[in-house]
């Protein structure tokens, strides 16, 4: 079946620093998601990329689609403490199933 | 505009119970999905219901069944539960069906299996 593969599973950055997370995959998907989930909540939608090469920003948060559609990455720019959590990929094709990675959990050292 | 809202948040029940998930999305959301949350598997698809019928189905034994309401509202059963049921269960709704608009997430109901 279809995988997304997210790693390394942790990543420890120190406040202010940018950090840059992959998501790749066998399959192609027409749609990627990149999610972010705190502790104890279902996980958030941080921005949506609809179009192989788009690039789109929402904040300090820029992720872009790959030109293949076998992947997308999420770089959060200037990190704060706030940043903490657990940053998914999601891959949708043509049904509406989304294929989620396992997740990159962020900590950030102030 | 409330969010997905699902009840109940915990659960605990005993193998070879049945149980019964329950979500609302968010009012106007016709598109209802569930996924199963582990921490070794991850966030695994189970089903998705749009206008009261099923759309897509992941792959899960037929314990697990759903169903969705006039209003939207959905709801989500497991029979016979097993200890690997223990899960985080969410709820996402989507205006409309299909991944491209993406999906709004509820808290989730936490279920454990004795």
């Known amino acids: 079946g279809q995988q997304l593969n997210q790693s390394p599973q942790s990543m420890f950055i120190q406040e202010g620093e940018d950090v840059s997370m992959n998501c790749t995959s066998s399959s192609i998907f027409n749609t990627w998601l990149w999610y972010k989930q705190d502790p104890g909540e279902g996980p958030v939608l941080l921005i949506a990329l609809y179009k192989a090469g788009e690039l789109t920003s929402n904040g300090r948060l820029t992720a872009q689609f790959g030109i293949t559609r076998k992947d997308s990455f999420l770089n959060i720019s200037a990190s704060i403490p706030s940043d903490v959590g657990i940053y998914f990929c999601?891959?949708?094709?043509?049904?509406?199933?989304?294929?989620f990675g396992k997740g990159i959990t962020l900590s950030v050292r102030p | 505009k409330a969010g997905v809202t699902q009840t109940p948040r915990y659960l605990i029940k005993t193998r070879g119970q049945q149980v019964t998930l329950s979500c609302s999305p968010i009012s106007g959301h016709r598109s209802v999905s569930w996924y199963q949350q582990t921490p070794g598997q991850g966030l695994q698809f189970l089903f998705e219901y749009f206008s009261e019928t099923q759309r897509n189905k992941g792959n899960f034994p037929g314990r697990f069944s759903g169903r969705q309401f006039s209003n939207s509202r959905s709801e989500m059963n497991v029979s016979t539960l097993e200890l690997g049921d223990s899960a985080l269960y969410l709820c996402?709704?989507?205006?409309?069906?299909?991944?491209?608009?993406?999906?709004?997430f509820g808290s989730g109901t936490r279920l454990t299996v004795v």
């Open positions: 996402a709704s989507s205006a409309t069906t299909g991944a491209r608009y993406g999906y709004t």
């Open positions: 999601a891959g949708g094709g043509a049904n509406s199933k989304l294929t």
